[in-house]
């Protein structure tokens, strides 16, 4: 290309304008992003000694397969294989909702304790 080329091409220039315009929405939807970010709230601890049986495994909601992988760890016998089963949770679900409609009143970790360990 020669020089007299390069100077026929139309120049791309971004008016002041234009350039200002970009500048704020890329601000905007930078600011959009981090405020619904920091919108949804981080998890909240669970205190497993302060929930009852009454209503399991349905007052724990989204956190129910959670809190079943942390009490088949918990109460698993030591010879037990470190291995995740998901089969395993609709299982240990049922044994802990048996124990429960019949003790509505008692502490989940005491039901975990009466149908888990071995």
Known sequence: MSGDEIEDRPKLRIGRAQLAM???AIAAATIAASA???AQSPPQP???SAVTCEGFPQSLGDQLPMV???LSGRY????DPP???PARFGETAQKIAGYCHAN???PLIAAAQATLVR
């Open 36 to 38: 619904i970010a920091s």
């Open 104 to 106: 509505p009143a008692s």
């Open 68 to 70: 079943l992988v942390w």
């Open 83 to 85: 291995v995740i089963d």
């Open 46 to 48: 669970i205190d497993l």
């Open 76 to 79: 698993a016998a030591p010879s």
């Open 22 to 24: 970009r500048v704020i």
